[in-house]
C-alpha cells in the first residue's frame, strides 16, 4: 500500500486550471490526490479562473482551498508562468481543466494566459503535459484540434467521454478519476489507455 502511496514523490507537478467553472469542483479532489502520492504540486490559474466569481465557486473560496493543498503560491500571471521553462521548474504539467480555448489555442501556438504560457514553457523541455479536456464543442469545431493535440509530442489526454450525448452532442469530458494514472503514465512516456471511453 506504501509503495501505491508514492508514486509521485519528488515530483514537481504543475497543475494549471481553465474556465470550465462546472468542472472544478471535480478537479480538487484530484488535486489532492497528486499531493497524497508525493508530488510537489505548483498552481497555474487562468486568467478567467483567476478573476471570475461564479454559480459554482467564488474566486477567494477557491483560492484559499488551493493554497492549503499546494506547495507553491499560485502563478496567475504571464510574466509569473513564463520561468517554468528556462528553470525548469517542473517535471509534469497538468491541464484540469481543459476548456475548448485553451485547447484551440494551443493547438495553434497561442499564448495568451498564464495556462498557456504554463504550458509552452513546459513543453521547451520536451517535458510531458497531460490535459484533462471539458468542453461542449470538442467533437465540433474543436475536434481538429484534438486531434492535433492527440498527435503531437509530450501531449497525453486523460481518457475522456461524451457526458450527455442527448443533449450535448459534441460535449466531452475527461474522467477526473484516471488523472492520477494518467500522470504516472505520462512520466514513463506512455498513454493511458483507452483515451476513449463509454457511456458513464
Do not use: W
Not at 486568467?47 to 499546494?70: A, H, M, P, W
Not at 496567475?76 to 491541464?95: C, N, R, W, Y
Not at 481543459?98 to 517535458?127: C, E, F, S, W, Y
Not at 464543442?137 to 474543436?142: E, F, K, T
Request: proline residues 6%; positive net charge; hydrophobic residues 45%.
Amino acid at each position: 500500500m506504501q509503495e501505491i502511496k508514492s508514486r509521485l514523490r519528488g515530483v514537481k507537478v504543475g497543475v494549471v486550471l481553465t474556465g470550465s467553472h462546472c468542472t472544478v469542483d471535480a478537479v480538487i479532489p484530484q488535486i489532492r490526490g497528486l499531493k497524497s502520492e508525493g508530488a510537489e504540486i505548483l498552481p497555474v490559474l487562468s486568467f478567467t479562473v483567476n478573476e471570475t466569481d461564479n454559480r459554482f465557486y467564488q474566486v477567494s473560496d477557491l483560492k484559499n482551498e488551493i493554497n492549503g493543498i499546494c506547495d507553491k503560491p499560485i502563478i496567475s500571471t504571464i510574466v509569473g508562468a513564463e520561468p517554468i521553462g528556462p528553470q525548469k521548474l517542473l517535471d509534469v504539467v497538468v491541464v484540469a481543466p481543459a476548456t475548448g480555448n485553451t485547447i484551440a489555442k494551443l493547438a495553434t501556438g497561442i499564448v495568451d494566459t498564464p495556462a498557456l504560457m504554463a504550458i509552452k514553457a513546459h513543453l521547451r523541455n520536451q517535458r510531458p503535459v497531460v490535459i484533462a479536456i471539458s468542453t461542449n464543442d470538442a467533437l465540433g469545431i474543436n475536434a481538429r484540434n484534438i486531434g492535433l493535440l492527440i498527435n503531437m509530442k509530450h501531449i497525453y489526454f486523460v481518457p475522456f467521454r461524451q457526458d450527455d450525448p442527448v443533449n450535448k452532442a459534441n460535449s466531452l469530458v475527461a474522467c477526473m478519476d484516471k488523472l492520477l494514472d494518467t500522470v504516472v503514465c505520462a512520466l514513463q512516456g506512455k498513454q493511458l489507455q483507452p483515451v476513449l471511453l463509454g457511456p458513464a
